[in-house]
C-alpha cells in the first residue's frame, strides 16, 4: 500500500530571483545525473544532465554543479519564473559505459514561484 | 521527436478488476521500456524494466504477478495491474530511452484510482 507520506522540502521564492534546488545522491559509482521537472498531474520532463566526468554544466536559465567527494547535486535557477513552479527531481544512474542502466530518483523538492 | 505516449492518462476500476496501462514510443523503437509508481508528494520508485521480446525484471518488492508486463515489439509495453485494490490507487509512469544524445524520456503518466 502507500508508504506512509514524506513530505517534499520546499522552496519558495519571488518571480525574477535565482533558485538553488539541491539534491544528495546515494551510490558512488553512478556516472550520469539528470534533474527533472514534474508538473502536477504530468511525467517528468527533463531539463539538465551531466556526466560524472564533469562539476559544472550550463544550459537555457540552468546550471547544474556537481560534487563527487559529497555526492551532491544541485540546480540553479535563474532568474526564476511563475512557469518554474514544480516540483524538481535529480536522478541519478550508472551506465557503466554500456547502454543506459535504471535511473534512482531522489526525494524531490517543491519550488513555488511567487509573483 | 522522441516522444512516449501513455494511455489512459486516468482510470477509474473497481477493487477486484484488472486494468491495463499503454506505453508506446512513437517515432523510435524501444528495446527497454521502465515503469514507475508514484505515490502523491513523493519520488517516482521504479517497479520494472521491461524489454522487448523477454521478461520484465522487476525490482525487489514489486508482486511480478500483481503487476504483469508485456513488450511484445519495439513500440509498445503495457502495464496490466491484475485484482487491483484501492492500495495500487497511484500515478504509474513509463519511460524509454530514445538514442543516444536523448537521455530517459517520460511518458505523461496514468492516474489509477481503485474504488
Known amino acids: 500500500g502507500e508508504s506512509v507520506g514524506l513530505h517534499l522540502p520546499t522552496l519558495s521564492v519571488q518571480e525574477g530571483d535565482n533558485s538553488i534546488i539541491n539534491c544528495a545522491y546515494s551510490?558512488?559509482?553512478?556516472?550520469?545525473f539528470i534533474w527533472y521537472k514534474q508538473e502536477s498531474g504530468k511525467g517528468p520532463q527533463f531539463i539538465i544532465d551531466?556526466?560524472?566526468?564533469?562539476d559544472k554544466r550550463q544550459g537555457q536559465r540552468v546550471t547544474v554543479l556537481l560534487n563527487k567527494t559529497v555526492k551532491h547535486l544541485s540546480l540553479q535557477i535563474a532568474a526564476t519564473q511563475p512557469g518554474d513552479s514544480a516540483v524538481y527531481f535529480c536522478a541519478e544512474n550508472y551506465a557503466g559505459g554500456t547502454s543506459y542502466g535504471k535511473l534512482t530518483f531522489g526525494q524531490g523538492t517543491i519550488l513555488t514561484v511567487h509573483p | 521527436g522522441a516522444v512516449v505516449s501513455q494511455h489512459p492518462s486516468w482510470v477509474i476500476c473497481k477493487s477486484g478488476t484488472s486494468v491495463k496501462i499503454e506505453c508506446r514510443s512513437l517515432d523510435f523503437q524501444a528495446t527497454t521500456m521502465f515503469w514507475y509508481r508514484q505515490f502523491p508528494k513523493q519520488s517516482l520508485m521504479l517497479m520494472a524494466t521491461?524489454?522487448?521480446?523477454?521478461?520484465?525484471?522487476?525490482e525487489q518488492g514489486v508482486e511480478k504477478d500483481k503487476f504483469l508486463i508485456n513488450h511484445a515489439s519495439l513500440t509498445l509495453s503495457t502495464l496490466t495491474v491484475t485484482s487491483a485494490h484501492p492500495e495500487d490507487s497511484s500515478f504509474y509512469i513509463c519511460?524509454?530511452?530514445?538514442?543516444?544524445?536523448?537521455?530517459?524520456?517520460f511518458g505523461s503518466g496514468t492516474r489509477l484510482t481503485v474504488v
Open positions: 551510490n558512488s559509482a553512478s556516472d550520469y
Open positions: 519511460s524509454a530511452i530514445p538514442g543516444q544524445g536523448y537521455g530517459y524520456t
Open positions: 551531466i556526466r560524472s566526468n564533469m
Open positions: 521491461s524489454n522487448e521480446g523477454s521478461k520484465a525484471t522487476y
